[in-house]
Nanobody
Framework: VQLQASGGGSVQAGGSLRLSCTASGSINVIALKAWFRQCPGNQREIVASIASDGAITHSDSVKGRFAISRGAVKNTWFLQMDGVEPEDTCVYYC??????????WGQGTLVTVSS
């Protein structure tokens, strides 16, 4: 499984951004699709996830502002980021976990929020 993340960039506080992740390879074995982020000085943390049965979770720090969703085709998922704050300035990674519990990462996309 190979993951390609895109959509990062610079945005002003209060604005919106949409991240995309496209998977290639053995996409039928993906059981969980997620977004993580690593903010300056912090460890990588999970932002949101969506399971193959549609179950969705969001971290408390983004709940109500960010939304994970699946694309119309099986191999894409998104992170809609609304009401961004300077504290959301991080490198965002898409992540996939397979039914065999293997984990794959995208290359990371930088989001910079200016106040």
């Amino acid at each position: 499984v190979q993951l390609q993340a895109s959509g990062g960039g610079s945005v002003q506080a209060g604005g919106s951004l949409r991240l995309s992740c496209t998977a290639s390879g053995s996409i039928n074995v993906i059981a969980l699709k997620a977004w993580f982020r690593q903010c300056p000085g912090n460890q990588r943390e999970i932002v949101a996830s969506i399971a193959s049965d549609g179950a969705i979770t969001h971290s408390d720090s983004v709940k109500g502002r960010f939304a994970i969703s699946r694309g119309a085709v099986k191999n894409t998922w998104f992170l809609q980021m609304d009401g961004v704050e300077p504290e959301d300035t991080c490198v965002y990674y898409c992540n996939a976990r397979t039914i065999g519990n293997s984990v794959y990462w995208g290359q990371g996309t930088l989001v910079t929020v200016s106040s």
